[in-house]
C-alpha cells in the first residue's frame, strides 16, 4: 500500500538525519500471510514491485551528503523534508506529503546560488489504502523505471516554488547556479 512507501521513506530519513551508518530491508520477495499482509518489496510470486520498493529508488537518487532543512509544517504529521548534496552544482530536496492535500511551499537556499533547472521523481497515490501507485507519472512503473524517467523542473525567475502531490514522496535534484 502506498502509505508503506511513505513509511519506509520517512524511516530512511529519520535514519539517515540521526546518524544511522547501515541498515538493511529484511525482506525483499515475502509472501502473503494468511490475513493478506505481504511486508516485502516485491510480489514472491510475480516479482511486481510493492509501492514501498520505490522509495529506494528515490533515496537512491538523493546524493551522499545531509544537509539542513527546515519547513514551517509540521513533518510528523503534514510534510517531512530532507535535503542533501549530489554534487557541487546539484542539491537534492526529499519530500513526503502525508496529507490528502497538495501543498506549495516556497525552496530558498540559505547563502546559496540561484536554482536554474532540476529534475523531480515523484511517487503518489489515490489514497492511503493504494496499492497501485505512479512513478513520475506512469501507473505501471517497470521495475529498472525505464518506462518512468525523471521529469524536468521548469524554473521561473523569483523564488521557486514548488507543490508536492497529496501522499506522495518527492524528489526536486536542483541545479544551482554556478
Do not use: C
Not at 19 to 34: K, M, R, S, T
Not at 82 to 89: C, L, T
Not at 131 to 160: C, K, R, V, W, Y
Not at 162 to 176: G, K
Request: avoid cysteine; charge should be negative; charged fraction near 10%.
Amino acid at each position: 500500500r502506498l502509505v508503506n512507501a511513505l513509511y519506509n521513506a520517512e524511516m530512511i530519513g529519520q535514519m539517515m538525519s540521526n546518524g544511522v551508518q547501515i541498515a538493511a530491508q529484511w525482506n525483499l520477495a515475502n509472501g502473503q500471510a494468511d490475513n493478506g499482509t505481504d511486508y516485502g518489496l516485491i510480489h514472491a510470486d510475480t516479482y511486481t514491485p510493492y509501492p514501498q520498493y520505490y522509495t529506494y529508488t528515490l533515496w537512491s537518487r538523493f546524493g551522499s551528503q545531509m544537509l539542513p532543512a527546515t519547513s514551517s509544517l509540521p513533518g510528523d504529521t503534514t510534510l517531512s523534508l530532507y535535503a542533501g548534496r549530489i554534487d557541487d552544482n546539484t542539491i537534492s530536496i526529499l519530500a513526503i506529503n502525508k496529507t490528502a492535500d497538495p501543498l506549495t511551499t516556497t525552496i530558498q537556499l540559505e547563502n546559496g546560488p540561484a536554482i536554474t533547472g532540476g529534475l523531480v521523481d515523484v511517487l503518489t497515490g489515490e489514497a492511503l489504502e493504494a496499492q497501485i501507485i505512479t512513478f513520475n507519472g506512469q501507473s505501471l512503473p517497470s521495475p529498472d523505471h525505464s518506462n518512468a524517467p525523471s521529469l524536468p523542473l521548469e524554473i521561473a525567475a523569483g523564488p521557486f516554488s514548488y507543490t508536492f502531490a497529496p501522499y506522495s514522496v518527492t524528489l526536486l535534484r536542483l541545479t544551482l547556479d554556478s
